[in-house]
């Protein structure tokens, strides 16, 4: 079965460093997702993605905060200058002609 | 803006006692209903989804769940949990609308004691 894929599993990274979470959505999807989770809290919607720009984004993603379909088939998250309450979970998920959106296993950010 | 509220936390029960996980959402828009499981460490699977249809819908691993319009409820049920159901269940809910983005639960800790 397809699956949504992201690399890396675990990224540790220092204050003010740039990030970038990559992430390969299931392939003929053609909606894409990054969602966040702070340790402890719930799942967050940062962005959406279709037809090659952003359809919708939170208040959380901010100018920091880039995605990027560059070819084809990965859909990247791109942090500038990371904070440390940047450090959560980033979960990708894509989404086809239906209703419903398939997560791949996240990125754990830490930022120290 | 739609909105979901998940009144428990935590919850503890015993294995093969039934649980049910309680979800209310608000919209003023026609809207999809979903629960999501986290296992430790893992990812979000889908657990069961109602889109339109029977308010009665059923999931994997014996879940189920149903849509109440009335109360704006969409509660999570099992009959007889097991140890491996021992992990994190999100309810979310989507607009037949945009991008249909998922708004979440804050979740609730299923914790299953032998």
């Known amino acids: 079965e397809p699956e949504v894929t992201q690399t890396p599993s675990h990224q540790v990274t220092q204050m003010g460093q740039e990030v970038i979470l990559r992430c390969v959505p299931i392939?003929?999807?053609?909606?894409f997702y990054w969602y966040r989770q702070i340790l402890g809290q719930k799942v967050e919607f940062l962005v959406s993605?279709?037809?090659?720009?952003?359809?919708?984004k939170s208040e959380i993603f901010d100018d920091q905060f880039s995605v990027e379909r560059p070819d084809g088939s990965n859909f990247t998250l791109k942090i500038r200058s990371t904070k440390l309450e940047d450090s959560a979970m980033y979960f990708c998920?894509?989404?086809?002609?239906?209703?419903?959106?398939?997560f791949g296993p996240g990125t754990r950010l830490t930022v120290t | 803006a739609q909105s979901v509220t998940q009144l428990d936390s935590q919850v503890p029960v015993f294995e093969e006692a039934p649980v049910e996980l309680r979800c209310n959402y608000s919209?003023?828009?026609?809207?999809?209903l979903f629960w999501y499981v986290q296992y430790p460490n893992q990812g979000l699977q889908l657990l069961l989804k109602?889109?339109?249809?029977?308010?009665l819908v059923k999931g994997i691993n014996g879940f189920e769940a149903e849509f109440n319009k009335s109360q704006t409820s969409f509660h999570l049920r099992k009959p007889s949990v097991h140890i491996s159901d021992t992990a994190e269940y999100f309810c979310?809910?989507?607009?037949?609308?945009?991008?249909?983005?998922?708004?979440f639960g804050q979740g609730t800790r299923l914790t299953i004691n032998p």
């Open positions: 993605f279709y037809n090659n720009e952003i359809s919708e």
């Open positions: 392939s003929n999807h053609l909606y």
């Open positions: 979310a809910v989507s607009k037949d609308q945009g991008a249909q983005k998922l708004v």
């Open positions: 919209s003023s828009v026609s809207v999809y």
């Open positions: 109602y889109l339109s249809g029977s308010t």
């Open positions: 998920a894509s989404k086809g002609g239906g209703r419903i959106l398939y």
